[in-house]
């Protein structure tokens, strides 16, 4: 694909409605000519993983026409699927999402058309995978604590990492939930962090749902 960002920009003004709505679905439709697959995920710290793997795989999504975009929340999901489908686009589309968002992704799904009474094996059947409980928990059983405070370590985060663990909330807590905790505390953090985590994995210790989506 040409110009994957300008793609995502218009498709998210499409999809908020508005004055602007109409011109956006307009250059979407425009820029979807280079396209076949779109892949919905909940946030840019989720898209930052996608193709952090796709990178380590040597593949390019943009030349295969794949266009990876973060919809802000699971529950815009319903919004985003009619946009790509037979009345919209008509691309083909995949997804990732948490379990806590797994009713937003199944319903949508269903309002869209692709079928009813899903399940989470007929949803992952339609290329839809459900990270337990979301990606962060995904990345960091992978690669185990000890795996991913080296990661922290080599971000040169290991010092405040520690006095964040300190910090009297986070006493007493598994680190797992500190680790998952400490990814969220700054802007950017998370996504940086879903790159480096991503970058860090054993090939065959990459979690099942984001391997399966780029299967």
């Known amino acids: 694909m040409r110009e994957p960002d300008r793609f995502r920009t218009a498709v998210h003004t499409w999809a908020a409605g508005g004055a602007d709505a109409a011109a956006a679905a307009t250059v979407a439709r425009e820029l979807?000519?280079?396209?076949?697959?779109?892949?919905?995920?909940?946030?840019f710290s989720d898209q930052c993983a996608v193709e952090t793997l796709a990178e380590r795989r040597d593949r390019d999504l943009a030349g295969e026409g794949v266009?990876?975009?973060?919809?802000?929340?699971?529950?815009?999901?319903?919004?985003?699927?009619?946009?790509?489908?037979?009345?919209?686009?008509?691309?083909?589309?995949?997804?990732?999402?948490?379990?806590?968002?797994?009713?937003?992704?199944?319903?949508?799904?269903?309002?869209?058309?692709?079928?009813?009474?899903?399940?989470?094996?007929?949803?992952?059947?339609l290329g839809f995978h459900v990270c337990v409980t979301d990606l962060e928990d995904e990345l960091i059983r992978a690669l185990g604590s000890s795996g991913v405070e080296r990661?922290?370590?080599?971000?040169?985060?290991?010092?405040?990492?520690?006095?964040?663990?300190?910090q009297p909330a986070q006493r007493g807590r598994p680190i797992e939930r500190q680790l998952r905790r400490f990814m969220g505390t700054m802007s950017g953090r998370k996504a940086r962090y879903a790159r480096a985590l991503v970058r860090a994995l054993d090939p065959s210790g990459i979690p099942r749902p984001l391997d399966q989506l780029l299967t």
Request: aromatic share 8%; charged share 20%.
């Open 151 to 166: 990661v922290i370590a080599a971000e040169r985060d290991l010092a405040r990492f520690r006095i964040f663990q300190n």
């Open 67 to 125: 266009c990876v975009v973060p919809i802000g929340g699971a529950m815009g999901v319903a919004r985003y699927l009619r946009l790509f489908g037979a009345q919209g686009l008509a691309l083909t589309v995949r997804g990732l999402c948490d379990e806590a968002e797994e009713g937003f992704f199944r319903r949508g799904l269903e309002q869209a058309g692709f079928g009813t009474g899903l399940s989470r094996s007929t949803m992952q059947a």
């Open 32 to 43: 979807a000519g280079d396209l076949r697959v779109v892949v919905l995920v909940e946030g």
